[in-house]
């Protein structure tokens, strides 16, 4: 039952017909860890995942990449099951489209096509680098409220997009979060806890600048909002905002200019990448 009230209506995207494909192999995946008595937790150390991302692929809202089928092959002894499917895993990845509402898909491309990203969030954490539990927190918390279908579409969505991470040589990313992001406790102590965790995380990839904005700062260059630059085809740098649910692809030069020169001026007060992890993982353990 789709959700009537919701502003920007879905547009169907499982007509590539992946999905089939996905879920089938998510069962299968979850099937076989099961029978060599393995969690989610520890399979995922197995393959380099959180249990957040094996839990997606065993529900098909998450792409398996081939290596990860190839290396869950040995360790559960699938005997080449799961190694078989993987030309057709690699065909589908080749057509799968973007599962992304349609007003959002425009700056999705530009994202997953990125030589940099940069990102300053004053609100929540940026989705790239939320937990699923967190990520579903923050749908079911919208207003109006979205339907059970649509929250979980949302959720599979954020999650495939932190697959950018994946690939080598990826993008570069930096990240400048106000510290209020930190103290939010978005959908409970424990959901707080783990996005902390996965912050460090994240944190600590090699391709990864993550930084804090003190509370107790007394200069504060940007008061407007969030906003996300990123450097596409050929050096050429934009900008994405999105207040109040309404986005804004920004390709003006000048805009983009004055919003790079407000991200450099928050770099620069912001605390160094180890003294915010640093206190990113003080404030974990005092939870």
Request: aromatic share 6%; charged share 30%.
């Amino acid at each position: 039952m789709t959700d009537e009230r919701e502003r920007r209506p879905e547009t169907p995207a499982e007509a590539d017909g992946t999905t089939g494909l996905f879920t089938a192999l998510g069962k299968m995946l979850k099937r076989l860890r099961e029978r060599k008595g393995l969690t989610q937790k520890d399979f995922g150390q197995l393959v380099g995942y959180g249990p957040d991302a094996i839990s997606s692929m065993e529900r098909g809202v998450r792409l398996i990449r081939p290596e990860v089928l190839e290396q869950a092959d040995a360790l559960l002894d699938a005997g080449g099951m799961l190694k078989d499917a993987i030309p057709e895993v690699r065909e589908a990845m080749g057509r799968a489209r973007t599962r992304h509402p349609e007003w959002y898909r425009g700056y999705a491309d530009l994202e997953a096509q990125a030589k940099a990203l940069h990102v300053y969030s004053n609100q929540l954490v940026p989705g790239l680098l939320q937990t699923e539990a967190y990520a579903r927190a923050v749908f079911s918390q919208w207003r109006p409220l979205l339907s059970e279908h649509t929250i979980e579409k949302r959720v599979a969505d954020r999650m495939a997009r932190q697959q950018i991470f994946e690939p080598w040589p990826c993008p570069t990313f930096s990240f400048v979060l106000d510290e209020s992001v930190l103290l939010r406790p978005i959908g409970g102590r424990e959901v707080h806890m783990k996005q902390l965790q996965n912050l460090l995380r994240i944190g600590e990839l090699r391709a990864v600048e993550l930084q804090v904005m003190p509370m107790d700062r007394e200069e504060q260059p940007s008061m407007d909002g969030p906003f996300n630059l990123l450097t596409v085809r050929k050096g050429e740098q934009v900008a994405y905002v999105e207040i109040h649910t309404y986005p804004r692809l920004i390709t003006d030069a000048e805009e983009v200019r004055v919003l790079s020169e407000r991200y450099g001026l928050l770099r620069a007060q912001a605390l160094r990448p180890s003294e915010s992890l640093d206190l990113i993982d003080k404030l974990r353990g005092s939870l």
